[in-house]
């Protein structure tokens, strides 16, 4: 096994591994797990994973959520605007900005560990998502920033993020939005690792005791020094690669595509370990 970085900053491409060896290298699960926490993405080129291997693989990372997904295989979730398929497809609207999955949790679950994706079916013009490090977020922050942001909060809703997507919503969406939790979470996420990042995704609705405007401006101006384009992993799909992302600590986006569109993806996730805290936990 070898692992060649994809960018300064984000990301290595993992090479001479097979399905097979997935599931059965006892040894792999802890290298891979190694190489994720240092770099946030990892991405194999022709797995071609079926989704029984896929969910036999991501058991060894970790535990698998095993919620509904519209998928004949439990742990995998069909990512597809494609209602026959999918007939929830249409909030994938919403992960075309950047964003970190399980802020607005309905119950008291932990953000996700990861993201494990791979690639079944293509549209006309392809498909990409975009990785971000929400860790090198933090580091290339003043000395001072980091003093001023430690103690800030800020509230997150579905709703907010629901905006984005659909500007113009009926009553009937706002209510169903409304249905999820607010969640006060800290703007900087103190990981059991040591490590600190940033909580930047468009369910952030308001820094808490700052004017809406300023706190905005404040949010939306993190998000844009996260993610210029030499701070980017862009990841230009083909059919039988699989990516996996460690969502405590990457930002991710899809490249906006048609409704219409081809593009089916397997997702199956990690089942988080630890809180959004400031403090160590």
């Not at 946030?40 to 990372?61: K, Y």
Request: hydrophobic share 35%; proline share 6%.
């Amino acid at each position: 096994m070898t692992a060649a970085k994809l960018s300064e900053t984000i990301g290595v491409e993992v090479q001479g591994l097979d399905a097979e060896r997935l599931v059965e290298d006892d040894e792999l699960p802890h290298m891979l797990l190694d190489l994720l926490d240092r770099h946030g993405v990892l991405v194999f080129h022709d797995l071609f994973l079926d989704p029984e291997t896929q969910v036999a693989f991501c058991r060894q990372l970790g535990e698998v959520d095993m919620s509904p997904g519209h998928h004949r295989v439990p742990g995998i979730y069909w990512l597809t605007m494609d209602q026959s398929k999918n007939p929830n497809g249409d909030y994938l609207r919403a992960t075309f900005a950047w964003h970190i999955d399980g802020c607005t949790p309905m119950g008291d679950e932990y953000p996700l560990k990861a993201s494990v994706l791979t690639a079944v079916a293509l549209g006309e013009d392809g498909a990409r998502t975009d990785f971000a490090s929400s860790y090198a977020a933090y580091d290339d922050l003043t000395d001072d920033e980091k003093e001023r942001f430690a103690s800030l909060r800020v509230l997150h809703t579905f709703e907010a993020s629901q905006w984005v997507a659909y500007p113009d919503p009926t009553r009937e969406q706002i209510a169903r939005w409304r249905t999820r939790p607010p969640r006060e979470h800290p703007l900087v996420w103190c990981h059991q690792n040591g490590r600190r990042s940033l909580v930047l995704t468009p369910t952030t609705d308001y820094i808490v005791g700052m004017g809406y405007h300023e706190g905005r401006e404040l949010l939306d101006d993190l998000v844009r020094r996260a993610t210029t384009p030499d701070r980017v992993y862009r990841h230009d799909w083909r059919v039988g690669d699989t990516v996996i992302w460690d969502n405590r600590g990457v930002f991710h986006r899809a490249l906006p595509y048609d409704v219409a569109s081809q593009r089916e993806m397997l997702r199956t996730t990690l089942v988080g370990e630890e809180p959004i805290s400031s403090e160590p936990v």
